[in-house]
């Protein structure tokens, strides 16, 4: 049975999206209007959080972006794209894999949120100008690991910089790329070079 991808341009479902081109694995793509749960009839059946991204695979279910990238370099490698508990840089890029999404992506949440998602009558400037902040703090780790090394970890593109390289895709959306360090912009610079991400971007 083909995976199945729920996908909405722009939001955590380019993490998978941009994982299934870099391995060739063939897939079904629904492209949605976000938001899905009350955009795309149904959506809360197949799944009850109405979050993108949603992935099935068989009788699978899967809606967190970075497990999803996870699952499929392990379940359908082996891959240059993944590492196993023998590699070195192991517990590096499991760190990688979920600062992604729990320390970079949620503050940009916010700064979506109070921006472009809520009615200019609820849109809160104080949470963006924090949360502005809080995701510039934590990119530091960012441009500190991308000072002497082109890529996260392993001394190759993995998934950590698929997960990593969505939040900064993030940020430039929301108007924040201008303020990235030198090491940051190189570094999204060769990631978003690469013709898997042309692809999945443009879906």
């Keep these: 049975m083909t995976i ?11 993490r998978p999206l941009w994982t299934l081109e870099e391995m060739g694995i063939p897939y079904e793509l629904e492209s949605m209007p976000f938001p899905p ?3 795309r009839e149904g959506y809360l059946e197949i799944n009850p959080l109405g979050t993108v991204p949603t992935m099935v695979d068989g009788g699978l ?3 967190e972006s970075s497990g999803i990238c996870q699952y499929l370099v392990d379940r359908y490698g082996p891959t240059e794209l993944g590492l196993t508990p023998k590699d070195a840089d192991y517990g590096l890029y ?3 894999l979920h600062r ?3 320390t970079l992506t949620f503050p940009q949440t916010i700064v979506l949120r109070y921006t472009r998602l809520e009615p200019k009558e609820r849109r809160l400037t104080q949470a963006v100008d924090d949360y502005t ?3 510039f703090a934590r990119l530091r780790s960012v441009e500190q690991a991308t000072g002497e090394r082109e890529y996260l970890c392993a001394r190759r593109f993995t998934i950590a910089d698929i997960c990593v390289g969505f939040a900064l895709h993030l940020a430039d959306s929301l108007g924040l790329r201008e303020k990235f360090k030198p090491n940051t912009e190189a570094y999204y610079a060769r990631l978003t070079a690469r013709p898997a991400f042309q692809r999945a971007v443009s879906l």
């Design 133 to 135: 902040q809080w995701f």
């Design 100 to 102: 992604s999404d729990a």
């Design 37 to 39: 749960r009350f955009l």
């Design 4 to 14: 199945k991808l729920y996908h909405c341009k722009g939001a955590r479902s380019l």
């Design 61 to 63: 279910t899967m809606t």
């Design 94 to 96: 499991l760190n990688w």
